[in-house]
């Protein structure tokens, strides 16, 4: 009987996961079938379980139902739990195991397409958003030394520096959190808030987790620091290169890439989570990277 999956959102005709999915089954030898759920902006519960109750095994979770599903799910990955959001949704009889595998992905992608360890590197993450929250465990479990947030409103960068260390391994502040089983606490000054005013080079690996990269707004970085920097890497994608990727080329960067593959691999981690077995990401990028140009002309 093939098991069915699907993408959960408002909007969702848009996402690309049902193609990932069904160039990952072709190529595992999986039988699964993979579609996209529209769910009202205040029905995610009941089209969950509906999906469930029709013999779905599990789904992946786009906005904006991201908080929804953390809170929907009976278990949560550590992952997930840092993050404070769920992508993915696995349904184990009664149980609704919750996981976040876009930081995961972004990982992958530096670690393995684009070949940049991470291990010792000092990151510059730019904004203070779900986006960047959900990058901040899995990069700080790579091994980075220095991991450091910018955002224009300074305050929420710093307020994102504090909750993280109220999650992560136990370090409780004000008696409040979450603290995560099995993760350390994070050490003093490996991650810290910092304003675009004080940003100096020293950053090998720059992300940008702002709403910028599709948009022509620059963001406030120093030519120096991104020219000084081995990656300028882009968790937004398209077709063309992103406005964040223009600028950090014009700075003098030695590389700059988008998130295309931080998609790919998400997917492959909920995949895995899934099915038990990892697809081979890189034929399914060339097709999507392909796919994309191809469209754009």
Not at 85 to 109: C, E, P, Q
Not at 125 to 146: D, H, N, S
Not at 200 to 222: F, H, K, R
Request: one cysteine or more; aromatic letters at 6%; hydrophobic letters at 45%.
């Amino acid at each position: 009987m093939t098991d069915r999956y699907a993408v959960v959102g408002n909007p969702v005709a848009h996402s690309r996961s049902p193609a990932i999915h069904a160039r990952f089954a072709r190529q595992t030898g999986q039988d699964i079938e993979y579609g996209r759920l529209l769910a009202p902006l205040d029905g995610f519960g009941d089209t969950v379980a509906t999906f469930r109750r029709d013999g779905g095994c599990g789904l992946n979770v786009t906005l904006p139902f991201k908080l929804e599903a953390w809170t929907l799910a009976t278990s949560r990955t550590p992952r997930a739990e840092a993050a404070g959001a769920v992508n993915t949704l696995r349904f184990d009889g009664d149980a609704i195991v919750g996981d976040n595998t876009d930081g995961a992905g972004l990982v992958r992608d530096i670690e393995q397409r684009l070949r940049v360890t991470l291990a010792g590197r000092s990151v510059l993450m730019l904004g203070a958003g779900g986006a960047a929250r959900g990058a901040l465990l899995p990069l700080l479990q790579a091994g980075v030394a220095r991991l450091a947030i910018a955002n224009r409103s300074a305050d929420k960068a710093r307020a994102l520096v504090a909750d993280m260390r109220s999650v992560v391994g136990g370090e409780r502040g004000s008696g409040e959190g979450r603290p995560i089983d099995g993760i350390r606490p994070i050490e003093p000054g490996r991650l810290s808030a910092v304003d675009f005013a004080d940003l100096a080079p020293g950053y090998d690996v720059i992300i940008n987790a702002t709403s910028t990269g599709l948009q022509s707004t620059e963001l406030p970085v120093p030519a120096g620091v991104l020219a000084r920097a081995l990656l300028a890497y882009d968790m937004f994608y398209a077709a063309a290169p992103t406005a964040f990727m223009r600028q950090a080329e014009r700075a003098g960067c030695a590389r700059a890439a988008d998130g295309l593959g931080m998609l790919i691999e998400q997917a492959a981690e909920s995949f895995l989570l899934w099915r038990g077995v990892r697809p081979d990401t890189a034929e399914v990028y060339a097709a999507l990277r392909a796919e994309l140009t191809a469209d754009s002309h």
